[in-house]
C-alpha cells in the first residue's frame, strides 16, 4: 500500500540564477509542481508514495518522469503525451528568497489528464491521497480530478488537499474561489496559506477561516503563515505553532516540505483521522515545520527536500 498518492502538476521550475557573463539573465532548472514535491518530501522521510499526472513526451517530460522515478516515487500513473508540451514555471526571487511566477501552460500538458487515464488499482491502495487546485483550472484535468477523489472516497482513503493557488493560471479570482471550494467536502485534511483564507471561505482571519472549514467537514485544518509558522484547528481547538528561524535562500517548495512532514507525522502515528486532536495536529505541524526549514535552505523544490536524518537532528537540538 502506498502511504500517499497525489494527483497533479509535475512541471520545470526555472528559477532565476543571476546573470551571465554577457550579462543575460540565467535560469536554473529544476523540477517541480506541488503534488510532486509533495510526494518527494515524503519519500525522502521513508514513505511509499505515487504519482498522477501527464507531462509531454519532450525533454522536459523525460527529464520530470527520470526525476521522479530516480527518488522513488511510483509512476504508473504519469503519462507521456506526445501531443502536448510539459508546463514550465520561470521564477524570480527576491532579495529574501519570495518568489514570482510566469508560467507556460498554454495549455500545459498537466491540464490534459482524463479521467480514463486514472490508475485505479493504485488511488484504491492509498492510505491518504492528495490533490492541489491547478488541476482544476481546465478540462479535462477538472473531470479527472474529481473522479479521482471519488474513487478515493469510495476506498477510504484519507483525503488531503493543498489549494496552492496561482492566479496567472485563472481566469480570475471569482472562478478560481468556486472550483477552489468544490473540493472542501471531499476533505479530511486541508492546508491553506493565509493569502487563500478568503478564496477558500468568506472569513479573511486564519482563524475564522479554519473553524469554516472544519464546520464544513474537516478533520484537521492547517494554516500557513509564512515565517511565523502554522496555525492548525482541529475539533477540540486551535494552536499556534511557531516556525523554525532560518534565513531563506529559496522558498519554493517550502509549503510543499511542510505538508509532506504533515502527511509523514501522521501516516506514522497510526490514527484515524477522525480522532485526530488538537495535541496531534500540533504534533503533526512542528515536524512539518522542521522539514520546511531545511527545505527553504537550499535552492528549488524537489532539490531542496530534506532527509530523515537532518530532520530529526534538527527537532533534537
Avoid at 484547528?233 to 519554493?252: H, I, M, N, P, Q
Wanted: with cysteine; proline share 4%; hydrophobic share 40%.
Amino acid at each position: 500500500m502506498f502511504s500517499v498518492t497525489a494527483l497533479g502538476e509535475v512541471l520545470i521550475d526555472f528559477t532565476d540564477s543571476g546573470n551571465s557573463a554577457n550579462g543575460q539573465k540565467l535560469f536554473e532548472r529544476n523540477p517541480g509542481g506541488a503534488p510532486a514535491n509533495v510526494l518527494v518530501a515524503l519519500k525522502r522521510l521513508g514513505h511509499d508514495v505515487a504519482f498522477i499526472g501527464k507531462v509531454g513526451d519532450d525533454m522536459h517530460g523525460a527529464f520530470l518522469r527520470e526525476t521522479l522515478e530516480s527518488n522513488g516515487i511510483d509512476c504508473t500513473g504519469l503519462i507521456s503525451d506526445p501531443d502536448f508540451f510539459t508546463t514550465l514555471a520561470f521564477v524570480a526571487l527576491d532579495e529574501s528568497g519570495d518568489r514570482s511566477f510566469s508560467f507556460a501552460r498554454k495549455p500545459g500538458a498537466d491540464t490534459q489528464l482524463r479521467p480514463e487515464d486514472l490508475p485505479r488499482d493504485v488511488i484504491a491502495n492509498s492510505r491518504v491521497f492528495h490533490v492541489g487546485s491547478l488541476s482544476l483550472t481546465d478540462e479535462p484535468a477538472r473531470s479527472a480530478t474529481i473522479e479521482a477523489l471519488e474513487l478515493a472516497k469510495k476506498s477510504g482513503c484519507v483525503m488531503s488537499y493543498d489549494p496552492n493557488y496561482r492566479d496567472s493560471l485563472w481566469t480570475g479570482a471569482d472562478a478560481a474561489s468556486k472550483q477552489m471550494r468544490s473540493l472542501i467536502p471531499y476533505m479530511d485534511l486541508i492546508k491553506i496559506s493565509a493569502e487563500e483564507c478568503p478564496l477558500l471561505t468568506d472569513f479573511e482571519k486564519p482563524e475564522d477561516a479554519a473553524k469554516d472549514l472544519l464546520d464544513k467537514g474537516a478533520s484537521v485544518v492547517v494554516v500557513t503563515l509564512d515565517a511565523d509558522g502554522a496555525y492548525v484547528a482541529a475539533k477540540d481547538g486551535a494552536e499556534l505553532v511557531k516556525s523554525f528561524r532560518v534565513d531563506a535562500v529559496d522558498t519554493t517548495g517550502a509549503g510543499d516540505s511542510f505538508w509532506g512532514g504533515f502527511l509523514t507525522a501522521f501516516c506514522e502515528s497510526g490514527k484515524d483521522v477522525k480522532d485526530l486532536t488538537i495535541a496531534d495536529a500540533a504534533k503533526f505541524a512542528l515536524f512539518g515545520n522542521a522539514v520546511a526549514s531545511l527545505c527553504v535552505r537550499k535552492r528549488g523544490a524537489i532539490p531542496a527536500m530534506p532527509e530523515r536524518d537532518a530532520v530529526e537532528a534538527l527537532l533534537g537540538e
